[in-house]
Nanobody
Framework: QVQLVESGGGLVQAGGSLRLSCVAS?????????MAWFRQAPGKEREFAAG????????YYRDSVKGRFSISRDRAQNTVYLQMNSLNGEDTAVYYCAAAKVRSRVTIPGEYEYWGQGTQVTVSS
């Protein structure tokens, strides 16, 4: 079993930055292919934000966050980060960390086997 625990959410003014962290424990993490951040705003479906290949480190993003968000990982610490800059009101959501066994650019929530509990990010104008 894998446990994912997110942290780093909070309230920030528009234009500000936040850094989210996701620490994984349990099953050897090297067996997973992809790590990703999803987000879900009130009344909306959960959507992919950013993903990273755990071994090779290549990344991919949804268009609306490209150039503003950056996903990275620290394999020694079993931790994935999401640096979010130039935040705006549309970024307000609960952000979830997720892990998938496949090694491809998966953006569908159903492709991810493990999820964290989520951390709230609120951007005020």
């Amino acid at each position: 079993q894998v446990q994912l625990v997110e942290s780093g959410g909070g309230l920030v003014q528009a234009g500000g930055s936040l850094r989210l962290s996701c620490v994984a424990s349990g099953r050897p993490f090297s067996r997973y292919g992809m790590m990703a951040w999803f987000r879900q705003a009130p009344g909306k479906e959960r959507e992919f934000a950013a993903g990273i290949d755990w071994s090779a480190g290549w990344t991919y993003y949804r268009d609306s966050v490209k150039g503003r968000f950056s996903i990275s990982r620290d394999r020694a610490q079993n931790t994935v980060y999401l640096q979010m800059n130039s935040l705006n009101g549309e970024d307000t959501a609960v952000y979830y960390c997720a892990a998938a066994k496949v090694r491809s650019r998966v953006t569908i929530p159903g492709e991810y086997e493990y999820w964290g509990q989520g951390t709230q990010v609120t951007v005020s104008s």
